[in-house]
């Protein structure tokens, strides 16, 4: 049976305050780089992956690295899985956003699928 155990990258900056993160290219902090090590130790003792699947975002690419090292298992980037796009929003805080947008975050708070950030600054 095919199993596909999702995982996230490890810590980086912008999380607190918490930001509009996206396409910005983060590297991990050494928290994140603690944490792609210990999911890392917990794949290997669970699993024997076949391959690798991650976006392309250098922050996602070092957690897979932990993970195909350890396991001997190729990595293959899926360009879909990039985060998303938020534009005039990207890096900005969601307070910052909540002032000077506030109808608007509200908004893609209650149904993202209708608001596109990029195009509201």
């Keep these: 049976m095919t199993r596909i155990v999702l995982t996230r990258h490890g810590h980086v900056e912008g999380i607190k305050p918490q930001r509009f993160r996206g396409r910005a290219e983060l590297s991990l902090t050494p928290r994140g780089v603690a944490q792609a090590k210990v999911v890392t130790q917990r794949i290997a003792v669970g699993w024997k992956p076949a391959v690798i699947y991650t976006s392309p975002m250098g922050r996602c690419v070092a957690t897979a ?49 209708l608001v596109q950030p990029m195009r509201c600054a």
């Design 65 to 113: 690295e932990f993970i195909a090292q350890r396991c001997k298992a190729p990595i293959q980037q899926i360009g879909e899985l990039t985060d998303l796009d938020y534009g005039a929003w990207q890096g900005r805080s969601h307070e910052e956003v909540r002032k000077a947008r506030p109808r608007l975050l509200s908004a893609w708070y209650e149904t993202p699928h």
